[in-house]
């Protein structure tokens, strides 16, 4: 069965650091990856998407993600933190066929501090 | 182009009362889900169907029932609420088919506490 764990509940950094959030999954086939960003009192929006094809993708709001298959990972990145970034992040995986299910992670709350 | 709508916004039941989540999509997506947010466990899905008259259970389905009978709307029904059904609800839908993207569009979310 797939399953996705997101190491860190919590992290912190510093206006214009380096943001690394950490995404490790686990799939029996080739997986679709996605992460979800989550402001404050809002529904979940796409980052960005894994299916295919090129390893690094690219996101929205200079966000990107590299598919790993040796370490099964799928970290998000981005070179310079802004204010607006601090939200709630999901890291998910494609349930595989069919209904298109995603099982997430348990979210990593991102702060940056000025 | 409204996207995925969810209402109520906020609701507080006592426990036993029924009420039903709605939720509709305005973009003829076939692919619909609920699921509920809890603290430190993600989002996690009760039920979720593939096309009008097609549903099917997720991962924590007791206590919630469901039905499609159009493209555009999946409600989603507490028939008895308890406690433990405090959680914030999502509604999302997407497409299938040759070229889908597999990205599933939120709703803005209902948030429910049961008393």
């Known amino acids: 069965a797939q399953s996705v764990t997101q190491l860190g509940s919590h992290v912190s950094v510093s206006e214009g650091a380096l943001v690394l959030l950490r995404c490790n999954y686990s799939?029996?086939?080739?997986?679709?990856l996605f992460w979800y960003v989550q402001y404050p009192n809002q529904g979940l929006q796409l980052l960005l998407k894994?299916?295919?094809?090129?390893?690094l993708v690219k996101g929205i709001n200079g966000f990107e993600a590299e598919f790993k298959k040796s370490e099964t990972s799928f970290h998000l990145t981005k070179p310079s933190a802004h204010m607006s970034d601090a939200a709630e992040y999901f890291c998910?995986?494609?349930?595989?066929?069919?209904?298109?299910?995603?099982?997430f992670g348990q979210g990593t709350r991102l702060t940056i501090n000025p | 182009n409204a996207g995925v709508t969810q209402t109520p916004k906020f609701q507080v039941l006592k426990t036993g009362q029924s009420m039903t989540l709605q939720c509709a999509q305005d973009?003829?997506?076939?692919?619909m889900s609920w699921y509920r947010q809890d603290p430190g466990m993600g989002l996690r899905l009760i039920h979720y169907?593939?096309?009008?008259?097609?549903?099917d259970q997720g991962e924590v389905p007791n206590g919630y029932n469901v039905s499609r009978s159009t493209t555009e709307d999946f409600p989603l029904r507490l028939l008895s609420a308890a406690p433990s059904q405090t959680s914030v609800y999502f509604c999302?839908?997407?497409?299938?088919?040759?070229?889908?993207?597999?990205?599933?569009?939120f709703g803005p979310g209902t948030r429910l506490t049961v008393l």
């Open positions: 999302a839908s997407s497409s299938r088919g040759a070229g889908s993207t597999d990205t599933q569009y």
């Open positions: 799939s029996s086939v080739p997986p679709y």
């Open positions: 894994y299916t295919t094809g090129a390893t």
């Open positions: 998910a995986v494609r349930v595989i066929q069919g209904a298109q299910k995603l099982v």
């Open positions: 973009m003829n997506h076939e692919y």
């Open positions: 169907s593939v096309g009008a008259g097609i549903t």
